[in-house]
């Protein structure tokens, strides 16, 4: 579950969706990864928080791309949501993420 919400003392707008993602990496060494995939968001939710409206967004599929070291990776999707009128947003962005293991490689 991933979430986004507005820091004003006055409204309260919140984003959340389900993020799904399948990334495939390539190993430059045993601690530099690039990883590549796919992502798929669902249950997305915009709350207006009363000062706009609230939406539902269709499930969106997007394009991910990764550059890790260790267990740290810089990550970017490309994605587009649309919402129940028809109207796209672009929700294309970059983050930071945390991954683990299991077994070996």
Known sequence: WKFATSAADNVTLLLTRVPVEA??????????????GASYHAAVN?????LGPN?????AA???????WKAVALTYTSMTYTDELGAQ???S???VSLSY???KR
Not at 23 to 36: C, E, K, T
Not at 55 to 59: E, I, M, V
Not at 62 to 68: D, H, I, K, M, S
């Open 23 to 36: 990334v495939a990496s390539y190993y430059f060494s045993p601690d530099v990864r690039l990883g590549v």
């Open 46 to 50: 915009f709350d207006g928080g009363g």
């Open 55 to 59: 939406l539902a967004f269709d499930p």
């Open 62 to 68: 997007g394009a991910t791309v990764e550059l890790a």
């Open 89 to 91: 947003y672009n929700a």
């Open 93 to 95: 962005n970059f983050g």
């Open 101 to 103: 293991l299991f077994g």
